[in-house]
């Protein structure tokens, strides 16, 4: 075990996952998602004050290197904006005295995520009406699709398309519990990633004062027949954040496929070099014979992380996962704990290295005598 934490010091100390709409950030400014994006409950594509703040972040001041960076902003049209997500991740899963699973790279989630590569762009037809479209190169898919009126009185907008579903704290961690298996099983459900937008629907949004409300409808991912809804809303202040989500997927039960609610409360808070964050989630999915609602199966999950700033650009992250539903046929039941340190070598580019060590429920879809320990090393450019 001695050496094990040995590896994890050393790792962290010399490597390098996404910044998309990153609660951290936020949280270090005091503000909400929609001051640094142009999607207001985050995204791929920033504003003039995300982009400024963004390209502002470098850990070293390599001469040259910066200025060009900076020169090549400016140059760039103020109605069009641009979102480059090259993201190349190195990883490895170790379970120590299990016979037959020797060290692996690259295995599947929700261990160690592979990279992946995409590109945005926004174009901005006046102040009120733009549009945004997001590929994924690497899969040849689209993502992101919508059209969105946004500048409008209390900082209201309206946003049609494929989107991001707007719940909890929309960590960028694509392999944080509270997004990747909080709507898992085998009768589908939207992932809170911003890797799984969507299908076709319509979003409105409000920020009066220090108040905020997302309200979305969007086609049911299994019966397209059917609407789904998501909805996030609260109060933030310079100094904290509080809000509530509420996730429901084919309450009518149609198809034969047992509707799901999800239900929670996030937020939070800098205190002098730290930023807290916290998120709580339940909700069931109703199992169905014949058609009949004959019982319930109840998730619950939590997801607590503070983030030290180490000075210039620099940041070291302690995360604390858990996920259970009675059942055990969550994509992973259990805890997560995950280290990270993460820095700007030079202008818009991000380092990051996550250790994490995966402790599955026993009798869970992944228990193997456990626990799993993986560290994943990522690069992440952005514009």
């Known amino acids: 075990m001695k050496q094990f934490w040995?590896?994890?010091?050393?790792?962290?100390?010399?490597?390098?996952s996404n910044l998309l709409a990153e609660p951290y950030?936020?949280?270090w400014q005091g503000v909400n998602c929609n001051a640094c994006h142009m999607n207001e409950t985050g995204g791929y594509i920033r504003n003039d004050f995300g982009r400024n703040y963004g390209n502002d972040l470098k850990t070293f001041d390599w001469q040259g290197i910066a200025d060009a960076a900076q020169a090549f902003t400016h140059k760039t049209p103020t109605w069009i904006s641009a979102g480059v997500d090259f993201h190349e991740s190195f990883g490895a899963r170790f379970v120590p005295g299990v016979p037959g699973v020797p060290t692996q790279f690259n295995p599947?989630?929700?261990f160690v995520p592979l990279g992946r590569q995409s590109f945005s762009i926004a174009i901005k037809?006046?102040?009120?009406?733009s549009g945004v479209f997001t590929y994924r190169l690497d899969e040849s898919i689209t993502k992101e699709v919508y059209a969105l009126i946004s500048n409008l009185p209390d900082d209201a907008y309206f946003k049609l398309g494929k989107f991001t579903?707007?719940?909890?704290?929309?960590?960028?961690?694509?392999?944080?519990?509270?997004?990747?298996?909080?709507?898992?099983?085998?009768?589908?459900?939207y992932i809170f990633t911003f890797d799984n937008p969507t299908y076709d629907g319509l979003e409105f949004g409000i920020y009066p004062g220090n108040l905020f409300l997302n309200i979305a409808a969007f086609n049911d991912i299994v019966n397209t027949t059917e609407k789904d809804f998501s909805a996030k809303g609260g109060i933030n202040f310079r100094e904290f954040t509080l809000g509530g989500s509420i996730y429901s997927q084919n309450l009518d039960n149609t198809g034969n496929i047992g509707g799901k609610i999800r239900y929670g409360a996030y937020g939070w808070t800098k205190l002098g070099p730290v930023v807290l964050l916290g998120e709580f989630d339940s909700g069931y999915d109703n199992l169905l014979t014949a058609g009949v609602v004959t019982g319930q199966n109840t998730y619950t999950a939590y997801h607590a992380s503070a983030e030290i700033d180490l000075g210039q650009d620099m940041y070291l992250r302690f995360v604390n996962e858990y996920l259970t539903d009675t059942n055990l046929s969550a994509s992973f039941d259990g805890f997560r704990d995950v280290v990270t340190f993460r820095f700007y070598p030079v202008r818009n580019l991000k380092c990051q290295v996550d250790v994490q060590r995966m402790d599955p429920t026993v009798g869970s879809v992944d228990y193997a005598s456990g626990p799993y320990y993986a560290a994943i090393f990522d690069t992440y450019i952005f514009y």
Not at 6 to 14: C, P
Not at 125 to 129: C, H, L, M, S, W
């Open 6 to 16: 040995l590896w994890i010091t050393v790792l962290t100390f010399f490597t390098v």
């Open 108 to 110: 599947s989630s929700p």
């Open 25 to 27: 950030l936020a949280a």
């Open 125 to 129: 037809a006046n102040e009120v009406i």
């Open 165 to 189: 579903t707007p719940y909890g704290l929309e960590l960028a961690d694509d392999n944080s519990l509270v997004r990747d298996d909080l709507v898992s099983n085998p009768n589908g459900g």
